[in-house]
């Protein structure tokens, strides 16, 4: 069974720094590529970007380029977001899914907030 | 960017009643590749999106064939045939075809 995990959510003051990990099981990871999508409050859903499946390459959202930074390490099927300088306006639910859409994690919450 | 225009917002159906919602793209999601990645998402109440229809029309595995996808270029259509209790929640579309890929804003089913 495909399973996505994600964790490393929370409350984080604004500037801060935050990475979300996703665990992925039930497929081999390192055969495909994987994306991160977040979902507002508001329940706007917004593409982050994604990774190749060897790592070698990554796509991002222009909007989130300079903040966000995708990575993965295939040895422990394992997926990335590092956010940098957040913003209230990052605050939602923040989901890794596989590239093809048809395998979500249950999502992690992310509050930016003093 | 893509702006993709999903219609109705929200709507409300009897349980066994048909439905459909549209997609309408700013720019044709035909890919040089030949295919056209739209795709179909619904997220019931407290889930995870959970994926339909890809590439317009194919259904994926383990989705009810109630569901259907049409279309080409800008203009996309979902149909329920049969609603049931089990299909509340809200459909995005979304398209692949462009960077950044996109999401409509949604449209809630709700169940009469």
């Known amino acids: 069974e495909v399973q996505l995990v994600e964790s490393g959510g929370g409350l984080v003051q604004p500037g801060a720094s935050l990475k979300l990990s996703c665990v992925a099981s039930?497929?081999?990871?390192?055969?495909?590529?994987m994306s991160w999508v977040r979902q507002t409050p508001g329940k706007t859903m917004e593409w982050i970007g994604d990774?190749?499946?060897?790592?070698?390459?990554?796509n991002y959202a222009p909007s989130l380029k300079n903040r966000f930074t995708i990575s993965r390490d295939n040895a422990k099927s394992t997926l990335y977001l590092q956010m940098s300088n957040v913003r209230s306006e990052d605050t939602a639910t923040y989901y890794c899914?596989?590239?093809?859409?048809?395998?979500w994690g249950q999502g992690v919450m992310v509050t930016v907030s003093s | 960017d893509v702006v993709l225009t999903q219609t109705p917002p929200t709507l409300s159906a009897t349980i066994g009643q048909s439905v459909s919602i549209s997609c309408r793209s700013s720019?044709?999601?035909?890919?040089?590749?030949?295919?056209?990645?739209l795709n179909w998402l619904l997220q019931r109440p407290g889930q995870s999106p959970q994926l339909l229809i890809y590439?317009?029309?194919n259904l994926e595995s383990g989705v009810p064939n109630r569901f259907s996808g049409s279309g080409s270029e800008t203009d996309f259509t979902l149909k329920i045939s049969g609603v049931e209790a089990e299909d509340l929640g809200v459909y995005y579309c979304m398209q692949a075809t462009h960077a950044p890929l996109t999401f409509g804003s949604g449209t809630k089913l709700e169940i009469k």
């Open positions: 990774i190749k499946y060897d790592g070698s390459y990554t």
């Open positions: 899914t596989r590239r093809d859409f048809d395998y």
């Open positions: 590439s317009v029309s």
């Open positions: 720019q044709s999601l035909l890919d040089s590749d030949g295919d056209t990645y």
């Open positions: 039930g497929f081999t990871f390192s055969d495909y590529w």
